[in-house]
């Protein structure tokens, strides 16, 4: 059992509905610094780059308040393991303005681009709650809260989908995705 669900437990027996919070605030930031220097650690020697102009131009349109040029990626990853998620397929991570990716990120690929929209959601929620840290604190508490709106392709939801950080990531990605979470190229826009 991973510390999130014994803490779930605890927290379920002593009856902690307010307790839930400040827990989930401080165990979120402290996950959050780790695995962000476990992923520095164990990719120290992958380059950072920008994304290419035109996936720029795609991202600053659905998120026009984002400084998209400040985004960072690193390709061809060691993705240390996710504390949020047992589920198998983690395709990439994202620490503030900088993704992670698995392996190698083709911008002309439709699906690489969906994917790479719920990452820079994740950038835009990093800027709209203030720093890594205030998005840390809200992304532990939203573990612990659930709640979130998951879209009706991802069958079996767990607690990594229904908070509500991810429930908005996987949302903001399912425009551009059918009813069974395949990608459908005409729906990016096209800038
Ligand atoms: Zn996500």
Known sequence: MSLWGTLRSIGEVFGWKRAAEPVGCNLGKVIYRETKRSAQIANFH?????????????MRELFPELDVNAIRVRTR??????RFSQTGSIYGMT?????YWRDN???DDPTDLVKLVHEVMHVDQVRRYGSEDDFACEYGKGYLAGGGDVPGHIRNPTAYHRNP?????????????????RVVPDRLPTP
């Open 46 to 58: 992958r380059p950072r780059r920008q994304l290419r102009p035109g996936t720029r131009a795609l």
């Open 77 to 82: 990853c060691r993705l240390p393991s996710n």
């Open 95 to 99: 620490f503030g303005y900088t993704i």
């Open 105 to 107: 990120l083709d911008e």
């Open 165 to 181: 950080l991810e429930a908005e990531a996987y949302a903001f990605d399912a425009r551009f995705r059918d009813e069974r979470g």
